[in-house]
């Protein structure tokens, strides 16, 4: 059974160990096929590790039901400067971009969560709101984009907002017709299945260990 977010344990030590050891293990099954001067060099390519990690992410958040990403955020940026800095194709009403909210915190734990099913922008607050989440700053997701551009090509992403008037807007990353985009309009035709949408625990729920 699939655990929920308010469910979820980190990955333990044990874990840890457990994948450190069986890539040692394949590295000394296959070290004669290997030329050692060949080897120093790629190791020392700072590059190795992390392509390494994003194999093992991938195979991971293939089977989980939510996603965790953590995310630095540049918060001293204009809400344009964070939505130029992912260097996805722009379709944006500049009236809603100038009062994004900018968020708080130089490091976010960041989930993504998929619904599965259709909502309208009051349910989707319910939702996440019964989950023990709220959703995430714009400025977040845009970070998060930044950080990792290929997340939307099979992970669209998405937030939403209330402005002053209490009128919902968002902000969604996907790949539609071979380009990268970043939409960010208003929305009160509510959201499809398909979107995995930024939050971050409530306070009252991290306090208290939940």
């Known amino acids: 059974m699939k655990m929920t977010p308010s469910e979820?344990?980190?990955?333990?030590?044990?874990?840890?160990?457990?994948?450190?050891?069986?890539?040692?293990?394949?590295?000394?099954?296959?070290?004669?096929?290997?030329?050692?001067?060949?080897?120093?060099?790629?190791?020392?390519?700072?590059?190795?590790?992390?392509?390494?990690?994003?194999?093992?992410?991938?195979?991971?958040?293939?089977?989980?039901?939510?996603?965790?990403?953590?995310?630095?955020?540049?918060?001293?940026?204009?809400?344009?400067?964070?939505?130029?800095?992912?260097?996805?194709?722009?379709?944006?009403?500049?009236?809603?971009?100038?009062?994004?909210?900018?968020?708080?915190?130089?490091?976010?734990d960041l989930y993504l969560i998929p619904f599965k099913q259709q909502l309208s922008v009051d349910a989707l607050e319910q939702e996440v709101d019964k989950a023990g989440f709220v959703l995430v700053d714009p400025i977040t997701l845009c970070a998060l984009n930044e950080a990792d551009p290929a997340l939307a090509d099979t992970i669209p992403n998405a937030t939403q907002w209330r402005d002053k008037n209490g009128k919902v807007c968002y902000a969604c990353f996907g790949r539609w017709d071979g380009k990268r985009k970043v939409h960010i309009y208003r929305n009160d035709n509510g959201w499809g299945g398909y979107w995995f949408f930024g939050c971050v625990r409530k306070k009252s729920a991290e306090v208290s260990g939940s």
């Open 8 to 108: 979820i344990k980190k990955m333990t030590k044990g874990q840890i160990d457990k994948a450190v050891a069986n890539y040692r293990a394949l590295l000394e099954k296959h070290a004669g096929e290997f030329n050692s001067e060949a080897v120093q060099t790629v190791l020392g390519q700072s590059e190795l590790a992390e392509e390494h990690f994003q194999v093992f992410r991938t195979r991971v958040e293939a089977i989980s039901n939510f996603i965790i990403r953590k995310v630095k955020v540049n918060r001293s940026r204009s809400p344009q400067q964070a939505i130029d800095a992912t260097g996805c194709t722009q379709y944006t009403e500049n009236t809603v971009v100038k009062v994004m909210p900018i968020g708080e915190g130089e490091e976010v």
